[in-house]
């Protein structure tokens, strides 16, 4: 509107004012010297005049006449607008279309993106002709590629991913050596390349290549509801209990409430409700399921679409999780016997995937070792090498007391959490935590909780019974669910017969987290902190046998079982092994490069440098490709290499490492290769990223209603081959208003005050 | 079902001693009641209690000539008293120790629960009722250890025919020597020992998760044997030091494996 109003009053748009310098064609003394005769016999004329007037009236007279003298003066002057404008024919103008699968959706009056290029950018269309009148077209279709196009029929709207930087760069790059004018842009602007733009913008801006972007689609849905993220681990044990949070996000859906599912390949494993906020909010669900089939699973995360919906596929994600069917190693050492020995053995032993060996200390100098894989096993006692330690991927430590380690181990103890990525956990004794002398070691650092220094001075014993309940944290933590649902899971909590404690813990670190606390004291029952590349576990409890033998406990109830399962099972979750390999994402484009990263450490977890890593990618066909992974420089046991996934399917990822001819270890990780639905997640058109391209190369931004000015445009702000141009300004509408208005002013003044 | 072979004396100190030994057992347990005991009973803290149970000799069948011999009581509580002190000498327990050695409670007690060894003398004595059978099975089945101890002959018919009441598809499977409840703590290297009643052969009888001989054993009889009356009399000098060491590599280990299996 603006614009229409300032092209009717300045018979130019502001564009032109904003690229042209004023300047005045006629000589400009002989226009000055009859603007100042003219003045100097209006002021006389005035100054003899008098009959009825007043002094004020003759000046005001005279300043209007003035005024009009002024305005017929400029226009004397013959005032122009000088211009650079392209030379029409001899130019060429880059026209680059987005052709990926959000062109296709019809967010605007229920019309897909695509026909505007298809109604006004396809030969015969408007745009297309007024561009055609003054340029020669260079055509590019870009999508997760970029490709010169003969025409726009080439055009197919089904690319999975929009690279807007580097369809720039491809552009810039192919029209270079020739008089390039400008690149427009058309596109819904949703960019969702893993790279910045402002690399590919340096070099056009660096050219002086204006970038014209035209934006398509509606900055905002009306009604749309998007599954915006879903967060789960790469990797989890078979049977292990996930909790997974889905972002849910909505347009127009304001107190709805909708149901998300997690589907393992098809079948549906986990369902929750959500009531929608305001629109924009975000709001959090909280999945919870099994993974109960081993290998490489796709859970699939949807959301029921709604009725008038503009888009449906952005309520379904997908994540690929391995789900791994091997035994993961805990070491349990106890110092004295004790019941939690048995019924924790009696938690765990159905579980396939957790073994956890025992250590029972039964009198002094004599132990007890329980379900050790070899005979040799802890044969001499707690370990007292890291490589002995390191072999198991978690720790618990029960009523033993600090001293009864050496100092060395104790510092190993440490590093087992520390540099090894194990899991430590410690219970409840009059033999742990201060009570056994660990405030002031190196143990004390890693747990979540603050030691009381004084608690080994052998004050009176502390006792207490209580009951547990959870914490908000607690509440929804996958260590800590107990029960089918979270609510469920927060009632059994606090209906479970009371434990007792002896060591009197009421402060976690800074850094850690408590799930559980007793009702009535203030007591941490259970908390834990990430600590290096591992985490501790502080469990002061004596006796969770006690959910399992209590009196009110039925037979059949499998809490105790299910909380030892669960807890123990995360204490091991994510514990890298010697060797390790992961890929950036779980999914990628077919034809895309994949950079597989191995990590190689010795059995002290100490990082190989020079190791011989090879990795064997099995393709969906059976076919093999070996890549010898190459250390990376950049950090102490990382080994790089690429392939590429030509083929959709699903794709292993081996990973072994040699020392000589002695095998380290092997990891292996699977891949997805699909095409990707990122361009219908937050597919509204991008103005911001728009504006930013057409600011920062001196081009413009255009919507469907304003891309008329398209050419014109291009015509004065373009490079290549120019020509000066002057342009009449003497003959604005604006001037011809004001002498008018002047005039009927000293009319209108004379009418009013009686001296016509 | 082991049967009864005889009735040949004991040998050498059995003759000497089971008169006295009857004597000093009801000196000990004379005047004990049901009232009497309970209120002796600790709280639970966390510690190993050693637990007898307490039953109901009903039906006029009292185990000796003395009205007020209580059977479930033999050995009590010095049998306790003797052995948890031993525990807490040469293992790591930390048993609870007062002047009556442990707790006594009913079979249907929720407080026994909280104590998941129980010990019981007598069982041939033993009818328990219906609720007494349904809260012990309930207490094995969540995980409790049953030890069994000072029965002979024909009071195993007794013994089994409750049992099966308590768990009715449990069988009660001999004991073999290789067993881990046998080298739980101490090495014990022979199941024979110096028969108790009347030469009759010792024997040790348990009931298996799944009735499996190689999976964890819930339950342990002393068939023929009394190895309570060893810990009882272990500091008397009536009993020669061998059979009461033996006696507490018994008890030693019935517990330590119960602890951790």
Known sequence: MFEAIFEFLFKYRPLVFEQGDFAIRAPWAIALAAAVAAGALTLRTYGRVRGNSRPLDRGVLAAIRLGAIAVVAFCLLQPVVVLSSVVPQQNFLGVLVDDSRSMQIADRDETERLRFVEDRLRAGGDLRTALEERFALRFFGFSTETDRLGDLDELTYRGTRTQLGQALERAHEELTGVPLSGLVVVTDGADNADGGLGESLLPIQAAGIPVFTVGLGRETFDRDIQLSRVETPRRVLRGAALVVDAVVTHRGYRGETVTVQVEDEGRIVGTEEVELGGAGEPRTVRLRFTAAEEGPRLFTFRVSPRPGEMVTQNNVRDALILVENHSEKVLYFEGEPRFEVKFLRRAVADDENLHVSILQRTAENKFMRLDVEDADDLVGGFPTTRAELYRYSGLVLGSIEANYFTPDQLRMIADFVNDRGGGLMMLGSQRSFAEGGYAGTPVADVLPVVLDERGADGEEDFFVEVAVETTRAGATHAATQIAETEELSVDRWSELPPITIVNPITEVKPAATALLTSAADDLVVLAFQRYGAGKSLAFPVQDSWMWQMHADIAVDDMTHETFWRRMLRWLVDGVPDQVTVELPADQVEPGESVTILATVGDANFEEINNSAVIASVTHPDGDFTDRRMEWTAEADGEYRATFIAPTEGFYEVRVEALSGDELIGEDVTYLQVAPSDAEYYDSTMRTALLDRIAEETGGRRYTPETVDSLADDVQFVGGGVTVVEERDLWDMPALLLLLGTLVLGEWGYRRFRGLA | ?261
């Not at chain 2, 040949?8 to 009801?26: D, E, I, M, P």
């Not at chain 2, 309970?38 to 006029?60: E, H, K």
């Not at chain 2, 930390?94 to 007690?109: E, K, S």
Request: contains cysteine; proline residues 7%.
């Open chain 2, 1 to 261: 079902m082991p049967v009864s072979t005889g009735r040949r004396l004991g040998r050498r100190w059995a003759a000497v001693v089971a008169g006295a030994a009857a004597l000093g057992a009801l000196a000990a347990t004379a005047g004990l009641a049901v009232a009497d005991v309970a209120p002796c009973n600790t709280a639970y803290t966390g510690q190993l209690v050693f637990v007898r149970l307490r039953y109901d000799a009903a039906q006029g069948r009292r185990c000796g000539p003395f009205p007020q011999f209580i059977t479930w009581a033999h050995d009590y509580p010095r049998a306790e008293r003797n052995l948890t002190r031993i525990l807490e000498s040469v293992t790591y327990i930390d048993p609870f120790q007062g002047p009556y050695g442990g707790n006594v409670l009913a079979l249907d007690d929720p407080e026994l629960h909280k104590f998941p060894i129980a010990y019981m003398s007598e069982p041939g004595h033993w009818y328990p009722s219906e609720a007494e059978v349904l809260g012990l099975r309930r207490y094995v089945e969540k995980g409790g250890f049953l030890i069994f101890d000072d029965f002979w002959g024909a009071h195993w018919e007794n013994f089994e025919a409750q049992m099966r009441r308590v768990l009715p598809d449990a069988r009660l499977l001999p004991v073999e020597l290789a067993h881990p409840v046998f080298q739980s703590f101490f090495e014990i290297e022979s199941l024979e020992m110096e028969p108790m009643y009347y030469g009759l052969p010792v024997e040790f009888h348990g009931v298996f998760e799944d009735n499996d001989p190689a999976g964890r054993l819930i339950a342990i009889a002393n068939y023929n044997n009394d190895i309570g009356e060893y810990w009882e009399y272990s500091d008397t000098g009536w009993v020669p030091i061998d059979l009461s060491n033996e006696a507490y590599k018994f008890g030693v280990n019935y517990l330590m494996y119960a602890m951790t299996h």
